[in-house]
C-alpha cells in the first residue's frame, strides 16, 4: 500500500493530468500486483485495504485537475493585467467574462497615440538604445491608461490603441480618454526631461474617436485576442494621423465631442466641478488630474474611406487666469477666421490666422487662405479639407 501511493503523489508533484493518468494505472497495477503475486492475496485484509487505495487515486487526481485549472487561471489573470488595469481584471472575473470567441456590438471611445518620425528616430540610434527607449516610453504611458482605467489592446509598433467603455462600460468614458491624451502629454514631457541627456526627444500625436464597434474576443481556436474592429477604430487611426496635418497634438472627433458630459456638472470620479464654458466659445472642462481644457473646432475633414466630412476639435489644456485668457483671444481669433474661411472671405480670414503664427492650426488655414487667394477657388469648392491617410 505505502510504497504505490508514494510512488503516486511523486508524480502528482508535476501538476499534468496525463502524468497523473499514467501514475494512476502504474500505482494501480503495481498495488494489485503485489497483492496478487504475494501472500497478499491471502490477507483478509487485502480487500478492504483496497477501497481507501482507490480513493487516494481519486482525490489526487481531482487534486491535479483543480491545481491545474487554477494555474491557467491564474497564468491568464496574469497575461491580462499586462493589458487591463488590476481592478479591471478583478471585475472581469467577479463578472465571470466569456473567454470563448465571439463578440457584440458596443458604443466604445478609442485613443490611438502615434510617436512622431520614429522611423527617423531609431535609424540615428543603436538598436539597443531604441529597444530601451520605446519600452520605457510604452511603460509610462501605460501607467497613464491604467490611471484612467482604459483598456490597452494592442502595440503597434510605437502606436498605442486603447479603448475606453469595452470591456467594462463607466459613464464618463469619453471624458476619461481626452484626460488619458492631456496626462499621456503630461508624463511625456517629464519622460523628455529625464531623458534629455540622451538627445533623443519623442513626441507624440493622439486621436480620439466615439462610435459603434464590434467587441468581443476574436482570433482561432488556438489564439485569441480581445479587441474591437470596425469604421470607427479605422476613423481613429485617420484621425490621430490629421493631427500632423494641423500640427497639434490631441484632435478628437465631433462624435467625441458631443459624448462629453455637458458643463457644470461633476467628474464622476473625483466630484470635482467642471467650469461654465461661457468664457470660451467651445466651452471649458475640468480634468482633476490634467486641469482644465478647452475644445476647438478646427474644421471640417473628409478622411480616406470617408465621403462625409468629419468635424474635428483641438483639446488644449490649460492651467491658471493667464493662461485662460490668451486662450480665450487666440480661440477667438481662431473662430473669426474660421468664419470667414467658411464664407471665402480669404484675405479676412487669412489676416485672423496671421495674428497667430506659432499655433498649428492657424498656419494650416493661413496657407489654405494664400493659396485661395493667389489661385481662386472653383464654383464647388467647400470650406472641408481632403486630407489622405497620415
Known amino acids: 500500500f505505502s510504497g504505490p501511493i508514494f510512488f503516486y503523489m511523486i508524480n502528482l508533484t508535476r501538476y499534468s493530468l496525463g502524468a497523473t493518468v499514467y501514475a494512476t494505472v502504474l500505482s494501480a497495477g503495481l498495488f494489485l500486483g503485489i497483492i496478487f503475486l504475494t501472500d497478499a492475496r491471502n490477507d483478509p485484509n487485502a480487500f478492504p485495504i483496497s477501497l481507501p487505495f482507490a480513493t487516494i487515486l481519486v482525490i489526487g487526481y481531482s487534486i491535479t485537475a483543480s491545481n491545474k485549472k487554477m494555474m491557467v487561471e491564474a497564468n491568464t489573470k496574469r497575461m491580462m493585467e499586462r493589458y487591463l488595469p488590476p481592478q479591471l481584471v478583478d471585475e472581469l472575473y467577479k463578472k465571470n467574462v466569456s473567454l ?83 496626462a499621456m502629454h503630461a508624463a511625456l514631457a517629464e519622460f523628455n526631461k529625464q531623458r534629455a541627456s540622451s538627445g533623443a526627444r519623442i513626441n507624440i500625436g493622439v486621436g480620439i474617436h466615439t462610435g459603434e464597434v464590434i467587441a468581443g474576443n476574436i482570433g482561432s481556436e488556438k489564439r485569441l485576442d480581445y479587441t474591437v474592429i470596425g469604421d470607427s477604430v479605422n476613423l481613429t487611426s485617420r484621425i490621430e494621423g490629421l493631427t500632423k496635418t494641423f500640427r497639434c497634438p490631441i484632435l478628437i472627433s465631433g ?121 481662386g477657388t472653383d464654383p464647388e469648392w467647400t470650406s472641408a479639407i481632403s486630407a489622405d491617410e497620415q
Open 100 to 182: 470563448q470567441p465571439g463578440g457584440e456590438k458596443r458604443i466604445a471611445t478609442i485613443l490611438f497615440a502615434d510617436i512622431r518620425s520614429f522611423t527617423t528616430l531609431s535609424e540615428s540610434m543603436p538598436v539597443g538604445d531604441v529597444v530601451a527607449l520605446l519600452n520605457d516610453y510604452l511603460s509610462a504611458m501605460t501607467d497613464v491608461v491604467f490611471e484612467h482605467e482604459g483598456t490597452i489592446d494592442k502595440f503597434i509598433g510605437d502606436a498605442i490603441m486603447t479603448t475606453f467603455g469595452v470591456p467594462l462600460a463607466h459613464d464618463d468614458d469619453p471624458l476619461r480618454a481626452v484626460q488619458t491624451a492631456i
Open 255 to 375: 462624435a467625441t465631442r458631443d459624448a462629453l458630459p455637458p458643463v457644470a456638472t461633476s467628474d464622476s470620479r473625483s466630484g470635482s466641478a467642471l467650469e461654465s464654458g461661457s468664457a470660451l466659445e467651445s466651452g471649458v472642462r475640468v480634468a482633476s488630474s490634467s486641469g482644465a481644457f478647452t475644445l476647438r473646432e478646427v474644421g471640417d475633414v473628409i478622411v480616406r474611406g470617408k465621403s462625409t466630412p468629419v468635424q474635428l476639435f483641438q483639446v488644449i489644456p490649460y492651467r491658471g487666469a493667464a493662461a485662460r485668457s490668451a486662450l480665450h483671444d487666440m480661440t477667438a481669433a481662431f473662430a473669426a477666421g474660421l468664419r470667414h474661411y467658411r464664407a471665402r472671405n480669404f484675405e479676412e480670414a487669412e489676416a485672423q490666422f496671421a495674428r497667430y503664427p506659432d499655433d498649428g492650426p492657424s498656419v494650416v488655414y493661413s496657407e489654405l487662405c494664400r493659396d485661395a487667394i493667389r489661385d
